[in-house]
């Protein structure tokens, strides 16, 4: 597994190692013993997977009572990824963070708790493993608006598709005095 070097603490981008032969591909997405080594520390409950569609804008979403870290593996297509820091100690606090993920170069992110995370479909088509560290509750699904202008994130679209609940979601600042449990 290679790690690239992020500027926030609690952000890791890597890519892992795949074996091609005449079946197809093999690789190992977690281990462990690898992601304590790199200072990846969670403990995942539960795992997902996302299949989104080209243009489509997932996002900023964040658990504000039962946080998750988060390890998103791209296993096709290619996306525009991007996290903000929703952790009041922090000194990237209100910052964000983007990162071109690919099938087949950069294919992880791992997100500790204290962030919004969003993404942007670039490919025909997206397919997305997370692992999470806290069990999915709907009633603890907030966000932030894609195209804050005091965030001021570069997409690299200026009108994406949305669903309706994400193009609706209050601004940063609107969310700046959210009281996390944890972090």
Known sequence: ?????????????????FFEDERGKFGEIFSKEIYSQSGMEACFVQDNYSI?????LRGLHYRKFKPQAQLLTLLEGEIFDVVVDLRL?????GEWYSVDLSANAK?????????????????TVAKIHYKVSEFYDPKDDFGI?????NLNIIWPVKTPLLKDRD?????????????????
């Open 1 to 17: 597994m290679k790690t690239f070097k992020v500027p926030f603490n609690g952000i890791k981008v890597t890519q892992t190692k």
């Open 52 to 56: 989104s569609n080209k243009n489509f």
């Open 89 to 93: 100690e922090s000194k990237t606090y």
């Open 107 to 123: 294919n992880q992110i791992f997100m500790d708790i204290g962030f919004a995370h969003g993404y942007y479909v670039k490919s």
């Open 145 to 149: 608006r894609w195209n804050d202008p």
């Open 167 to 183: 193009a609706e979601f209050p601004f940063f600042d609107d969310n700046k005095n959210v009281k996390f449990l944890e972090f």
